[in-house]
């Protein structure tokens, strides 16, 4: 289990845009450091020069900061095992996965070196930031195609917040779509929309439902369905006890 001091943000939609950029100071604030490393694992699939792009976007956006910003490109299984992408890794104050295909990147990550970087650095009481893709794996599923013998269209995510189903881009997504993802969601499961331009902040492998500090910066919202409820929250509001 990771240590309370790390610091999780789900970000809906808009990593290493202007408009992030309160936020992203923010974090490097809570970091306790200005070394950061940009990962677009999640885009691998996209080929071509779409991964460096992003890695280049983010190493920008964060330099502007005042970070020392540096981008791994761990794009596949063997990246994420050679011993100077972890290291270098390890040695961040706040990690940022960017967007792309969510499970691409749960199963590139899994299990590998790399990701037990990511995890030191939450020890460490840095932060771990992820952006679509890269919010979505630090729940604890994600949808999946079924395999194996199994009805179940959901993968077991990371599990970082352990009781979640975290959807980015929810103000893009249309009701139909969302509304039968939280009907068919896993038993007990919490669903968390997270709009575009807005990040929720907390700590690792707290529930949603046990007084964590969880908080929203941005301008959209944070949708949460639990049971036969929801809630909508906003800029400087934190989650209920």
């Not at 460096?52 to 970070?67: K, N, Y």
């Not at 949603?208 to 509001?237: F, I, P, S, T």
């Amino acid at each position: 289990m990771t240590n309370q001091h790390g610091t999780l943000a789900l970000v809906g939609a808009g990593e290493f845009l202007d408009s992030m950029s309160e936020i992203d100071a923010a974090l490097l604030e809570r970091a306790g450091g200005k070394r950061v490393v940009v990962l677009p694992t999640a885009s691998a699939p996209d080929g071509g020069d779409v991964p460096s792009s992003w890695a280049e976007m983010g190493v920008r956006h964060f330099a502007a900061l005042g970070a020392q910003a540096e981008a791994v490109m761990a794009l596949d299984r063997d990246g994420c095992h050679a011993p100077s992408n972890v290291e270098t890794v390890r040695q961040a104050n706040l990690v940022y996965f960017s967007g792309g295909k969510p499970d691409y990147l749960l199963g590139t990550l899994n299990r590998t070196p790399l990701w037990g970087a990511v995890l030191a650095v939450l020890e460490q009481g840095g932060v771990l930031a992820g952006c679509s893709a890269g919010a979505m794996i630090l729940g604890g599923w994600i949808p999946g195609w079924p395999s194996g013998g199994s009805l179940s269209i959901w993968l077991r995510a990371f599990g970082l917040v352990p009781n979640a189903v975290i959807i980015p881009h929810f103000d893009e997504i249309p009701r139909w779509v969302t509304g039968p993802l939280s009907w068919l969601r896993p038993r007990r499961s919490t669903v968390i929309g997270i709009d575009g331009g807005t990040t929720l902040v907390g700590h690792p492998a707290g529930t949603l439902r046990g007084g964590d500090d969880w908080k929203v910066m941005g301008r959209g919202r944070v949708v949460v369905r639990a049971g036969g409820r929801q809630g909508e929250y906003r800029e400087g509001q934190l989650f209920p006890v």
